[in-house]
């Protein structure tokens, strides 16, 4: 056994490299185990099954998005409103579009591995609506968007801009023009939320 | 061989119930022409390939959704900009929605297809956009829109609703919500296109 702590985080880290080499279809909680050099009774403590490990690793792969986003949510360099709404969402399409450019094996893992399991696909949605929800109330506070409704507002400008986050498009965000597509949209929805 | 005259039209006929019964992998222009009563050659001497031919019945089927919506960019009944584009809308989502709903088979039929021939999305895409633009125009020419070009802003509402006429989302389609979230959507594009 190896003599580092057996923490969740490394169990994660090697879960990622295993599902990266062998895919999702092949990895499974022995290979884990070996790569860390364990029984796989000692994964299972930490992890009660092998869905709940995926889980896990899939719930870690997107909190690094949710937490990229948090911070421009939180900043306070961006001014309130529109500047901090385009900020987010050009930040939200750029990590997607490195998540799948940088590593495509690694995002069609994630993909595949989302597919499966909707709960954290829900819990990953909410936070990020939560946090476009928080812009917005900001924004009405400042004056700079029309009153409206923080959370149904924030689903109506996830749902318009879909095609810049939305896993299914991945093969279109390395398409010519898709900088000024996506431009266009956000200018009419940033429009649509004027005073 | 049938009395009747073989026209393109009755080929397509054909073709569209042998896809529906036999699927897109299984289908062959001998099952066409077995349903026909007619020769494959008959059948070849008005589509030359089986890929012309798989083209063809599936921009017949992209068709009918053109022609419903040129109907509504083309009618004096429903006002010009905004009433317009809302019913347009409104009606694409419907016509997508139906053609989803009603025969999820043949639906799935025709997505297949679709994959393997980006000729004929892009030219009904192109089609659906210039509907939009001609939209757009009247509303600007009406003092109900924004003056914006009106190919680009096409683009970009037709981007914004994707989720409502892209078949990626007809799982979605009959969701609780989903009339409510299509209404948000509409409403926040409208406020952008605002004079």
């Known amino acids: 056994m190896s003599s580092e702590a057996l923490t969740p985080d490394r169990i994660l880290e090697a879960t990622e490299e295993v599902l990266r080499r062998y895919g999702p279809a ?33 719930q870690r792969w997107l909190g690094r998005t ?39 094996e ?13 709960t954290v696909v829900e819990r990953h949605i909410d936070i990020l609506l939560g946090q476009v929800g928080r812009i917005i109330e900001e924004g009405v ?27 299914a498009y991945a093969p279109v965000w390395s398409s010519e023009g898709i900088e000024a597509e996506f431009t266009a949209v956000t200018d009419l929805i940033l429009r649509g939320l004027r005073p």
Request: no cysteine; glycine share 6%.
């Open 106 to 118: 690694l995002f069609a893992t994630y993909s595949a591995l989302i597919d499966d399991s909707s």
């Open 26 to 58: 092949k990895a499974t909680v022995v290979d884990v185990a070996r790569a860390l050099g364990v029984s796989h009774g000692s994964v299972y403590r930490h992890f009660r099954t092998k869905a709940a490990l995926r889980e896990a690793v899939t």
């Open 66 to 104: 949710e937490e990229l986003l948090a911070e421009t949510t939180a900043s306070p360099d961006t001014g309130p409103g529109p500047e901090k709404l385009r900020a987010w969402l050009a930040r939200l399409f750029d990590a997607k579009r490195h998540k799948a450019g940088d590593d495509p």
């Open 141 to 167: 506070q400042a004056g700079r968007f029309t009153p409206a409704d923080p959370a149904q507002t924030a689903r109506a400008v996830f749902a318009a801009t879909s095609r810049f986050h939305d896993p």
